[in-house]
């Protein structure tokens, strides 16, 4: 086990009703007027939560303004308009009511507020840390359940201008409090609901799939969370007024992603990294529709290089007999799992689906390992390696489709 450093100060009010709980933290903070942020009026209408906590804001006497707008994959302009309202209003505290993109959308707002729109950019970058002294504090209201973003580092942002999307991962992104209520995630349409799955288990592979073999404590949590997704992804997407499964969802996607699977082993193992740069070729790629679309082609490319994951996975988690003769076969399997899971859940299965054509590829590869950039900590990934499964994930799907 490698050494590390792990530190999770975001609250999480976990439960039925978790949201009137609000107004005593954001008094607790000492904090006196909110922003928040959510998706455009069309979407926040058809969210029941949102208007409860309208309600709740009102009736506990904190003044607020709304600032709505968000789409899938936040982008870096609606940030500054959001950092120029802040200032405007005078607002110590960001509350961002919605999923991934709202809270990613609302941490970039609270990195800006106090420093600039071309600081929160070199944050994402990379090319500058944030202090945490100069973020804005926000919290979040959970309505679906994937990104994990409600307790973890990360905050993926869009730079329209230069066709990028990045990821800023730095401690100052961590929420001040999380409200995950899994009945607020009952009408979640069945797609994004199934890409919600998808993701979080991307999220655990991002951290289980590495050369780090001896963190056994680490892989067994994984493994359980993962397990649990994937038991949960099949009930719900049946019954999805299913609390238990619901909630299943929703913690096990915040566990995911809150940096916890990454203590004692090196994190990354490409799929994430090559799903971001999807989004030059189409900009409206959803990510966990995205991360199904590679995931077939990229297993398949990489399985053989880091073999004892791979049947590990395939055993502990789907519960595959091990194959001492031939361990690939096991590993095969495991990956077939997978691919009767993406099946199920009704995700796409090749980019071609994404609207990702061939003759963008070699943009996609050639972003992917620019500069010399490490694609994966499990094994080394070339462009051509990347371009391999790109022209395998474009149109053949899984094995076995037509």
Not at 71 to 99: C, H, M, Q, Y
Not at 104 to 120: F, H, Q
Not at 202 to 224: G, P, Q, S
Not at 315 to 343: C, S, W
Request: charged share 25%.
């Amino acid at each position: 086990m490698l050494d590390f450093s792990f530190c999770l100060p975001t609250r999480v009010l976990f439960g039925k009703g978790a949201q009137k709980l609000i107004p005593e933290q954001i008094k607790k903070g000492g904090f006196t007027k909110v922003l928040l942020h959510s998706y455009n009026k069309e979407d926040v209408a058809k969210i029941p939560i949102y208007q409860e906590v309208k309600e709740i804001l009102s009736g506990a006497g904190i003044p607020y303004v709304e600032f709505l707008g968000v789409r899938p994959n936040p982008t870096l302009s609606l940030i500054s308009e959001g950092i120029g309202l802040a200032r405007k209003e005078k607002v110590d505290f960001i509350l961002a009511v919605g999923g991934g993109s709202v809270i990613d959308s609302a941490k970039g707002i609270a990195l800006g507020v106090n420093t600039s729109i071309e600081d929160v950019w070199a944050y994402v970058e990379g090319s500058k840390e944030p202090e945490i002294e100069k973020t804005v504090k926000l919290g979040c209201v959970l309505t679906a359940a994937a990104a994990g973003s409600e307790t973890s580092t990360a905050a993926v942002i869009t730079n329209e201008a230069l066709n990028q999307k990045k990821g800023a991962h730095h401690e100052a992104n961590r929420p001040y409090f999380a409200v995950m209520n899994p009945e607020a995630t009952y009408s979640v349409p069945p797609f994004q609901t199934a890409c919600g799955v998808f993701d979080s288990i991307m999220h655990v592979f991002e951290r289980y799939l590495t050369a780090t073999e001896d963190a056994l404590l680490t892989d067994r949590i994984a493994e359980a969370i993962m397990k649990s997704v994937i038991e949960a992804g099949y009930r719900v997407m049946e019954k999805p007024d299913d609390y238990e499964a619901r909630a299943a969802l929703m913690w096990g996607a915040s566990l995911a992603h809150n940096n916890l699977l990454s203590c004692g082993r090196l994190k990354g193992c490409g799929l994430h990294l090559i799903e971001e740069e999807l989004h030059a070729a189409n900009g409206r790629i959803v990510h966990g529709a995205g991360l199904s679309a590679l995931f077939p082609a990229y297993a398949r490319h990489v399985y053989q290089k880091g073999l004892n994951r791979f049947t590990r996975f395939a055993v502990e988690v789907f519960g595959e007999e091990y194959d001492f003769e031939h361990p690939e076969r096991t590993a095969l399997k495991g990956i077939q799992d997978m691919e009767n899971l993406i099946r199920f859940l009704g995700l796409p299965k090749s980019l071609k689906e994404i609207g990702v054509t061939r003759d963008r590829l070699e943009m996609v590869a050639k972003n992917c390992t620019a500069n010399g950039r490490n694609v994966s900590n499990l094994c080394k990934l070339t462009k051509q390696d990347v371009m391999e499964i790109l022209n395998d994930a474009q149109e053949n799907g899984p094995a076995g489709d037509d």
